[in-house]
């Protein structure tokens, strides 16, 4: 069978454009590609793959861990700010180890750090000025990059090899027992390679000094982050093939994200927020270089920039910035080149503590792991671990060839949330349980406790209110120098105590203790549905609902009590028939208690009334005769409920209604004849009594103004009509 070309290409391109895409889409995108060296030579990306959060992401905040502070040997004119760097983090609770002797080598440098974990529990160190780093080879088949490796100091216990003596790594494996996971996390604060900056020692210098004013809670920037991501990697954070600003939810909820459309990232946009320095922290994605004479970002598709290219040099003149940078920047952390763009960051800013980022080609995938760690408070270092743990086959080349050029420039002890000038209290009460409800409202106690400060503690400031997240200030709370506050008769309610500590230099917490307090004094609101509170009933019988709210807790089984205090029903139901009660009034208690035995009581009555009224029409008289207006009265009796009202019926026709005990009322507009009148008297109860007599009603006359008058006039008209008529029919004869 012959096949027409255009029906061949109708064919291919339905596979292609339909089928093909649709199948590719079910088994996993297309992966995206990234340039990884500025001459062309192109390297496809590993693709993302998400599991769930796991168990290694650490708890929060540690203290009384080990780290080490290891500064290059003969390093001159940072020592005084070495030293407030050592004791800034011992206030903060780390016990620190220095070392600044010699070291000849990096294997050397393993050593001491190896030495550190197995003696002392070496949990991170940093490295100050021009220490010793490793190459490594990109294990990939196929790919022969070459970059420094600081995941060679962070795993103690696994296998690097050199395997042709060229003194460059390029296989790491572990041994049984062993694993490649860090053990440690590392950061560097090296400014050797830096052509924009003052010098060495300077640039570290004034770099701790910013530590400890971010410690000190005296860099003033918004807890904000800025996903930024540029053209070719659009599809990753548009939800496409992956949505990145999401991993910042935890760690960041208020971010902006800037990816649609592309040409919303640019140079000059990222240059003017930069200066208005807006986030703290700052997740970049843009094509980036690194070489000897310094780090370049290209804006736009691929290396063209077509959209702008920002220098090392431009960055540094800008100033500003942000306190953290996430670099997904090609070689944007490849500290063994002059200016790579992530020590300028680092150095140049006006608040910058850490930046993270590869010293190759490539970033950071499954970055929530990353941000999910910072969330709870952890280092940037602790985090990069929990990133690298919950990657469960690190082993395997292809994940080595893409994570192992991360490392941190700056910082690795810092956290997005911590301030050690002023540690956050910890609230205890003696009369209430946390987070309990409690029905004792006479008396709430509060005491609270905080770790010793680098400056000495001068007192505490504390509200009471009922939003969770307050943080007291110098103008919002109440200050104290007692480690403690009472309160007493607090409305009902979810109340939350929050302190923060001030110490000696004036310096108030910005991270408070927060106590749930929860209290219900009042049991379940009741109201009755059917009948009404007050009711009378014609029978021994009355079938009653009711519905029931508690504001705070769950509602426990309901009772009906009667007047005796005997229970007559118990259940969830709301509503219940009561049976067998006594001519007269009959009272009840529907009564139900809340999880914390707070009752609630509806009290309802019943009267009884088991006898019917009785009436009698006293005027006008049977077979009266009546004008068209006339006045009828009667006599009614109820000796249980009482007379509720009176119904009048003509002709079996509701005419009127008298409410109460009236006796008497009038009646008009009957046409003249002859009307059955019915006198019907109700009870309370509903029980009834009538009469019925027979009654003649006069015509009426009529009363209106000239209405004789006007039958004159008409009739004279209608005579001259006829008149007229009879005179022209005798005229035609």
Sequence with gaps: ????????????????????????????????????????????????????????????????????????????????????????????????????????????????LKGYYENNGLVGAVFIGKLPYVWFKDPAIGYNEIFECDMFFMDLDGNWIDT?????????????????????????????????????????????????????????????????IDDDWQGDANGTWNDWPAWLNNAYPNHDDIHTPTTWTNKSDWLNRLGNSSYEFAHLAVHTSSSSSG?????GSGYAGSEGNITAAEIHNKG????????????????????????????????????IGSTKSGGMINGAYFYDSLAENNTIGRALIDWLESNPNLDDINNQSWVYGMCILGDPFATIHYDCSVPKPTITSSTHTEDQWSTVKSLVRFNWTCYADLNGLDGSYYILDQNPNTIPTATTGIYTKINGTSFSNLDDGIWYLHVVAKDDLGNIGKRGDHFTLKIDTTGPDISLLTP???????????????????????????????????????????????????????LFNITCTDSLMNPGILEISIFVDLIDPSVNVTSPLVNQTVENTFT????????????????????????????????????????????????????????????????????????????????????????????????????YK
């Design 1 to 112: 069978m012959k096949v027409s070309k255009f029906k061949l290409f109708g064919f291919s391109l339905i596979f292609f454009g339909l089928i093909l895409p649709l199948f590719l889409s079910i088994v996993g995108y297309i992966p995206t590609y990234d340039n990884f060296k500025q001459d062309g030579e192109n390297r496809y990306l590993i693709e993302e793959i998400y599991s769930p959060k796991l168990s290694y992401i650490s708890d929060s905040y540690p203290s009384n861990e080990t780290i080490a502070i290891i500064v290059q040997m003969g390093l001159s004119g940072v020592s005084t700010a070495v030293t407030n760097y050592e004791n800034d983090l011992k206030a903060t609770g780390y016990n620190v180890l220095k070392y600044s002797s010699n070291i000849t080598d990096a294997k050397s440098l393993k050593n001491l």
């Design 320 to 355: 500003g910035g942000f306190a953290f940078y996430n670099l997904y920047c090609c070689w944007g952390a490849d500290y063994n080149t002059s200016d790579c763009m992530g020590a300028t960051y680092l150095f140049s800013g006006t608040y910058t503590q850490a930046v």
């Design 532 to 586: 009404t509170i007050n009711h009378y009933s014609p029978t021994i019988s009355v079938f009653i609902s009711w519905d029931a709210v508690d504001e705070y807790n769950s509602l426990n089984p309901f009772c009906i009590f009667n007047r005796t205090g005997q229970s007559i029903y118990t259940g969830t139901t709301k509503n219940f028939t009561i049976n067998g009660m006594i001519a007269g009034l009959n």
């Design 632 to 731: 009828i009265t009667w006599e009614a009796l109820d000796g249980e409920s009482g007379i509720d009202h009176t119904e009048i019926y003509s002709d079996s026709k509701l005419i009127k209604t008298v409410d109460g005990n009236i006796n008497s009322t009038t009646i008009s507009g009957l046409t003249a004849g002859t009307h059955s009148i019915n006198v019907t008297t109700y009870d309370k109860s509903g029980r009834s009594a009538s009469q019925t007599i027979s009654i003649n009603v006069k015509p009426g006359e009529n009363k209106i103004p000239g209405f004789p008058l006007g039958i004159f006039i008409i009739g004279s008209i209608f005579i001259s009509i006829a008149y007229v008529i009879s005179k022209k029919q005798e005229l």
């Design 295 to 299: 780090g370049k970002h290209y804006f």
């Design 164 to 228: 042709n003596s060229d003194g460059i790594y390029d296989v790491h494996n572990a041994s049984s027992g062993a694993d490649v996971h860090p053990e440690i996390y590392i950061g560097r604060i090296d400014a050797s390679n830096r052509t924009l900056g003052t010098g060495q020692s300077s640039d570290i210098s004034s770099l701790i000094n910013r530590f400890h004013n971010y410690r000190k809670g005296n860099l003033n920037i918004e807890h904000k982050a800025l996903m930024y």
